[in-house]
Nanobody, 131 residues
Framework: QVVLVESGGGLVQTGNSLTLSCAAS????????MGWFRQSLGKEREFVAV??????????KYADSVKGRFTISRDNAKATVYLQMNSLKPDDTAVYYC??????????????????????WGQGTQVTVSS
């Protein structure tokens, strides 16, 4: 069993930054892809970013809407994945969910970016960006 706990959400103004953290516990591996999704009111949960490693190389993928503004990273020693969010916009307002996948990744194209590809989910953390 795997438990994911997000933290770092809050209320910020447009243009400001925020960093989310997700700590994983249980049976995890440093090669398990860990990603972030978000869901705003009335919308489907959407992919934001994912980080994975095959032991030699790191792989990351971002949604087009956050590319250039968000950065995902991982501290394997702490089993924690981070999402650094810069230049925040009101459209970024959502509940942000951390997720862990068991999908094997050996190349960038293997990175999971669909909800069904993830096996474990956190409880979510609210991010609100005021205009």
């Amino acid at each position: 069993q795997v438990v994911l706990v997000e933290s770092g959400g809050g209320l910020v103004q447009t243009g400001n930054s925020l960093t989310l953290s997700c700590a994983a516990s249980g049976r995890t591996s440093s090669t398990d892809p860990m990603g972030w999704f978000r869901q705003s009111l009335g919308k489907e949960r959407e992919f934001v970013a994912v980080f994975s490693s095959d032991g030699r190389l790191n792989y990351v993928k971002y949604a087009d809407s956050v590319k250039g503004r968000f950065t995902i990273s991982r501290d394997n020693a702490k089993a924690t994945v981070y999402l650094q969010m810069n230049s925040l916009k009101p459209d970024d307002t959502a509940v942000y969910y951390c997720a862990l996948s068991r999908a094997p990744v050996t190349r960038w194209s293997d990175l999971p970016n669909q909800r069904y590809q993830y096996d474990y989910w956190g409880q979510g953390t609210q991010v609100t960006v005021s205009s």
